[in-house]
């Protein structure tokens, strides 16, 4: 019996230590743990969200496919996250790596563990810019919103730099 794909749709972050390191090495444990990844963003750098007096963030936007379910993405999702030694601090605070699964398909879901699309994704300039730069047209499944709509009325203002293309990653 053949195994049904599903695309996913991952943001990823990190402050702590060497940053871009923690970027390339959760796509290379998603990898080993079969979430094959098609496409990836540019790094941005951009400036705290939430809890603000902390470091700048790198964060990077990825599409893939994976035979998992929603929440099986999500128990994978975190354990790249400890095996990469994210520590829990507080809410909104530094950390070495951040997984967020933004969608899965045109899934819906929404329970106390786990919410897709991500809650907080039309409030989140750093998670629309890289996702906008590889699917504008991508539609967010609750409003039937593009990416492209989302991020042009989006309230944030925060800064979201270019930081580099990365050479590692699917384009």
């Known amino acids: 019996m053949e195994r049904r794909h599903h695309e996913f749709v991952v943001h990823l972050g990190s402050n702590s230590g060497n940053r871009e390191r923690y970027l390339r090495s ?3 444990e998603m990898d080993e743990q079969g979430l ?3 496409k990836s963003s540019p790094i941005y750098e951009t400036e705290a969200w939430g809890y603000i007096e902390q470091a700048p963030f790198l964060n990077q936007a990825h599409i893939g496919n994976t035979h998992l379910s929603p929440f099986k993405l999500l128990d994978v999702c975190k354990q790249i996250e400890i095996n990469l030694g994210r520590r829990k601090t507080k809410k909104w605070g ?3 790596i951040d997984i967020d699964i933004i969608f899965y398909g045109s899934t ?3 329970t106390s563990q786990l919410t897709i699309p991500h809650p907080y994704l039309e409030e989140r300039r750093f998670v629309l810019q890289p996702i906008h730069d590889i ?7 609750v409003n039937g919103k593009t990416i ?3 991020l042009s009325s989006c309230e944030d203002q925060s800064t979201v730099i270019f930081y580099k293309e990365d050479p590692h990653v699917v384009k």
Not at 135 to 141: F, K, L, M, T
């Open 148 to 150: 492209e709509k989302i």
């Open 36 to 38: 094959r990844v098609t």
């Open 108 to 110: 819906i879901i929404g």
């Open 26 to 28: 959760a796509i290379q």
């Open 94 to 96: 530094p950390r070495e």
């Open 135 to 141: 699917a504008p047209g991508y539609s967010n499944p």
